[in-house]
């Protein structure tokens, strides 16, 4: 757990309350600000739709602050909880709060909902356009179809703007690695002069941009595909617009 001087009592949030039903099970910081935390409710956790979110709240004075986040993990796996993907906004009303959690401290959840959800039936190749933490549900996605037994050729495009920041790369390019998933990952970085990118040698420009150069150089057609994507909706209106291309 990255070190802070921030911790629940200093922003008022109530170690319990009698509408906490979940823990916070685990945390992995990837970066100072991007983490993985398993938030595990306190019966059977409610089943999910890959694609699908939580929202997770706590306590503060009088009132809960709470926020929806898709979930990652295999809608087939839940024994350690739901896997949310968070990045941490400096000043901002929810995630500096969730950040100066300890393991083990009490929250709410609710149940999963939303309609961003996989189309079972459909074996075109997948991709999975997203910028930030927006890879999150298509994770949870590729898992669920291998815990399924049916995985499907699936090419992640992720943005974003430093190469610390790119999500589940260890995982993906595992699975390519190992042939254990047919994943193809495709990041791209937006700020390539930033001297933290420096000796990055992969492809640079928002996600949107390189939706069709990295399609043509894999070879995907179109009438053999379908996109799902995730993120800013400035990215979205954008990708869109690629892809109807």
Request: hydrophobic residues 40%.
């Given at each position: 757990m990255?070190?802070?001087?921030?911790?629940?009592?200093?922003f008022?949030?109530?170690?319990?309350?009698?509408?906490?039903?979940?823990?916070l099970a685990?945390?992995?910081?990837d970066?100072?600000?991007?983490?993985?935390?398993?938030?595990?409710?306190?019966?059977?956790?409610t089943?999910f739709?890959?694609?699908?979110?939580?929202?997770?709240?706590?306590?503060?004075?009088?009132?809960?602050?709470?926020?929806?986040?898709?979930?990652?993990?295999?809608?087939?796996?839940l024994d350690?909880?739901?896997e949310l993907?968070?990045?941490?906004?400096?000043?901002?009303a929810?995630?500096?709060?969730?950040f100066?959690?300890?393991?083990?401290?009490?929250?709410?959840?609710?149940?999963?909902?939303?309609?961003?959800?996989?189309?079972?039936?459909?074996?075109?190749?997948?991709?999975?356009?997203?910028?930030?933490?927006g890879?999150?549900?298509f994770?949870?996605?590729?898992r669920?179809?291998?815990?399924?037994?049916?995985?499907?050729?699936?090419?992640y495009l992720?943005?974003v703007?430093?190469?610390s920041?790119?999500?589940?790369?260890?995982?993906?390019?595992?699975?390519?690695?190992?042939?254990?998933?047919?994943?193809?990952?495709v990041?791209?970085?937006?700020?390539?002069?930033?001297?933290?990118?420096?000796?990055?040698?992969?492809?640079?420009?928002?996600?949107?941009?390189?939706?069709?150069?990295?399609?043509?150089?894999?070879?995907?057609?179109?009438?053999?595909?379908?996109?799902?994507?995730?993120?800013n909706?400035?990215?979205?209106?954008?990708?869109?617009?690629?892809?109807?291309?």
């Amino acid at each position: 757990m990255a070190e802070t001087a921030a911790t629940p009592a200093s922003f008022g949030i109530l170690a319990d309350d009698p509408a906490y039903n979940a823990t916070l099970a685990a945390r992995i910081d990837d970066t100072d600000t991007l983490a993985r935390v398993w938030i595990k409710p306190d019966g059977a956790p409610t089943p999910f739709e890959p694609g699908q979110y939580v929202t997770i709240g706590v306590k503060v004075g009088e009132k809960f602050v709470q926020r929806p986040y898709s979930v990652a993990s295999s809608a087939r796996a839940l024994d350690g909880g739901y896997e949310l993907y968070l990045r941490l906004v400096r000043g901002g009303a929810f995630t500096p709060l969730v950040f100066s959690l300890p393991v083990g401290h009490r929250l709410r959840v609710l149940a999963p909902k939303g309609k961003f959800t996989m189309e079972p039936a459909d074996t075109r190749v997948q991709i999975y356009v997203s910028s930030g933490t927006g890879i999150a549900p298509f994770v949870s996605m590729a898992r669920t179809l291998a815990d399924d037994g049916a995985p499907r050729r699936a090419i992640y495009l992720n943005g974003v703007s430093y190469v610390s920041d790119i999500g589940y790369r260890e995982l993906i390019e595992g699975w390519e690695k190992s042939g254990s998933y047919p994943a193809t990952y495709v990041p791209t970085i937006s700020r390539p002069a930033d001297p933290l990118n420096t000796g990055w040698t992969g492809r640079t420009g928002r996600v949107e941009s390189i939706i069709q150069s990295a399609l043509r150089d894999l070879g995907v057609n179109a009438s053999e595909a379908i996109a799902y994507l995730c993120g800013n909706p400035e990215m979205i209106v954008a990708a869109e617009s690629e892809l109807a291309a």
